[in-house]
């Protein structure tokens, strides 16, 4: 079954870092996608990056491109997401997913983290 945990969360102030990791178990994920979404308070889920675990492609939203940036590393079977320059309307809960699908990275995920909350203050 596969699983995946998220850390790295926490309070940041605005123009400050964060990086979450998102650590994945119960299958081989060379044929799955990781992706990170969000969610923050009163507003619906919405899609941040995702990657292709093998080959590494990525993609990301228009409202974190040249900020956020995924990775993956293959050993620690774990999926990053470096986020910098943050701003307040970056608060919200981080939720990891996983699917066994190289396309359409914004959705159809099967598996979902338990998330972790990432506060920016101004």
């Known amino acids: 079954q596969v699983q995946l945990v998220e850390s790295g969360g926490g309070l940041v102030q605005a123009g400050g870092s964060l990086r979450l990791s998102c650590a994945a178990s119960?299958?081989?994920?060379?044929?799955?996608?990781v992706g990170w979404f969000r969610q923050a308070l009163g507003k619906e889920r919405e899609f941040v990056a995702a990657?292709?675990?093998?080959?590494?492609?990525?993609t990301y939203a228009d409202s974190v491109k040249g900020r956020f940036t995924i990775s993956r590393d293959n050993a620690k079977i774990t999926v990053y997401l470096q986020m910098n320059s943050l701003t307040p309307d970056d608060t919200a809960v981080y939720y990891c997913?996983?699917?066994?699908?190289?396309?359409?990275?914004?959705?159809?995920?099967?598996?979902w983290g338990q998330g972790t909350q990432v506060t920016v203050s101004s």
């Open positions: 997913a996983a699917k066994r699908s190289y396309y359409a990275l914004q959705g159809g995920y099967d598996y």
């Open positions: 119960g299958d081989t994920f060379s044929s799955y996608s």
């Open positions: 990657i292709r675990w093998s080959g590494g492609g990525t």
